[in-house]
């Protein structure tokens, strides 16, 4: 009988091997997708999180019409349900004539006149979403959203629900960035006015970032997520600059830059104080701030010093059901002493700039895809951790004390490392005392 073992590789064998040469094993695209329950929130857009039709309902007033076969609704309706979200979402659903002659294009304008009539408050926007039977099919939704929109007699913006993109040049999170902001139009900009671009939830209210622009002095910090009228939502168009927090942004913060003349600044969600303490150099070198970080990098510096006191060495497994890059919070723990015994993450050619690092600190450290069908015979006996980080590493390591480090407010600079190392601790403390 053949032994059936969980695909991974180690961190120093993908180093060697280069962004060029990721093994097929670790593409989604390149085989089944295995729909663990670990998995299950990544893999659906409509599971948990903000997925791209919770996404695409970020512009204040907004509605969306889910043009698509009764299957790939169903958990729309759970999503609305659960989400608070049921007087937002309508449904025209596609029968198989519809999918084998497009005939339903035809019908998406008399629909979104027909949610704008039903409603008693106007929409501000109607949202299309569309599924990966029209990416099929070739739709030119752009064109389609055009003639709703003259029927309707306000904005209708397209919503792509297409998983057949994921691995793409404009994967389904990065295109509904790109829809949400594209009302934006070029208008007079406030010096004292910036946009923070690439999450749909607010940053922490601790986050250092608000006291750092305010002393530098921004006076309004625009959040899509904070923003309670459409009129503020169109006020964004003044942001003086954008500052992109999620890398699935920069293609929304390109068009800007290129529709709007809102230029973009980059800061990475980081959780080692070092990294985090030269990108503030960094940010403001190039926009002429000055920043004094040192209060806020102490303030963290204590709770990592107080975690890796009373528990040096401690072995990690990494998720990527978390709020940051897996590979760069595997990263700052090995910097900060601690051993990474595995990691589930997507491997991308981008996330090399820290997989090489962690081959040269850790080079045994096993990485997995969630997505791979192999992950049914993985064993947590063969590389067990102390403490693992993302809910779906819990999963994987269910005796393992968890940090799920997934809530929807976002962490960010050194209050993330802040939060993070106390609920580290606590997980430890609390095992402890179990």
């Keep these: 009988m053949t032994e059936r073992n969980a695909y991974y590789i180690t961190a120093g064998e993908l180093a060697a091997l280069g962004p060029g040469n990721i093994p097929s094993e670790l593409l989604s695209s390149a085989h089944l997708i295995y729909s663990s329950p670990a998995a299950l929130s990544f893999n659906s857009p409509g599971a948990q999180g903000f997925g791209v039709k919770r996404a695409g309902l970020a512009i204040p007033g907004s509605v969306m019409l889910l043009v698509a076969p009764g299957c790939c609704g169903r958990n729309t309706t759970i999503l609305s349900r659960l989400g608070g979200y049921s007087d937002r979402f309508f449904y025209l659903l596609m029968d198989d004539t519809d999918i084998i002659t497009g005939r339903h294009l035809k019908k998406i304008p008399d629909a979104v006149r027909e949610v704008v009539d039903a409603m008693e408050v106007p929409p501000t926007v109607v949202m299309i979403c569309i599924t990966c039977v029209d990416a099929l099919l070739g739709t030119d939704m752009e064109r389609v959203c055009r003639k709703a929109s003259e029927v309707a007699g306000l904005p209708v913006l397209p919503c792509y629900m297409y998983a057949l993109t994921r691995e793409g040049r404009e994967p389904p999170m990065n295109a509904?960035?790109?829809?949400?902001?594209?009302?934006?139009?070029?208008?007079?900009?406030?010096?004292?006015?910036?946009?923070?671009?690439?999450?749909?939830?607010?940053?922490?209210?601790?986050?250092?970032?608000?006291?750092?622009?305010?002393?530098?002095?921004?006076?309004?910090?625009?959040?899509?997520?904070?923003?309670?009228?459409?009129?503020?939502?169109?006020?964004?168009?003044?942001?003086?600059?954008?500052?992109?927090?999620?890398?699935?942004?920069?293609?929304?913060?390109?068009?800007?830059?290129?529709?709007?003349?809102i230029p973009y600044v980059e800061l990475r969600k980081l959780h080692h104080t070092e990294r985090i303490h030269r990108q503030y150099e960094l940010f403001a070198a190039g926009t002429g701030m000055k920043i004094d970080d040192q209060a806020y990098r102490m303030e963290a510096e204590k709770e990592v010093k107080k975690f890796c006191d009373q528990y040096p060495e401690t072995t990690f497994a990494v998720g990527e059901t978390l709020n940051g890059e897996s590979f760069e919070i595997a990263l700052s723990l090995l910097r900060y002493g601690h051993k990474i015994s595995e990691i589930y993450g997507t491997v991308t050619a981008e996330n090399f700039v820290y997989i090489k690092k962690i081959a040269e600190l850790s080079p045994g450290t096993r990485i997995y895809t969630n997505l791979s069908p192999s992950m049914m015979y993985y064993d947590c006996s063969e590389a067990p951790a102390d403490v693992t980080i993302g809910a779906d590493a819990a999963y994987y390591q269910p005796d393992a004390p968890n940090v799920p480090w997934n809530q929807e407010v976002q962490p960010f600079g050194y209050a993330a490392v802040t939060h993070l190392f106390r609920q580290l601790y606590e997980a430890r403390e609390k095992e402890a005392r179990r």
């Excluded at 305010?214 to 009228?229: F, M, Q, Y």
């Design 176 to 261: 509904v960035r790109k829809s949400i902001y594209s009302l934006l139009e070029k208008t007079e900009r406030d010096p004292a006015v910036v946009n923070l671009l690439g999450e749909f939830a607010p940053l922490t209210d601790d986050s250092e970032i608000y006291e750092i622009l305010s002393a530098a002095g921004v006076r309004k910090v625009n959040e899509i997520s904070r923003l309670d009228t459409f009129e503020e939502y169109l006020g964004m168009s003044r942001a003086n600059f954008n500052i992109v927090i999620n890398p699935e942004c920069r293609l929304a913060a390109n068009d800007l830059s290129a529709r709007a003349g």
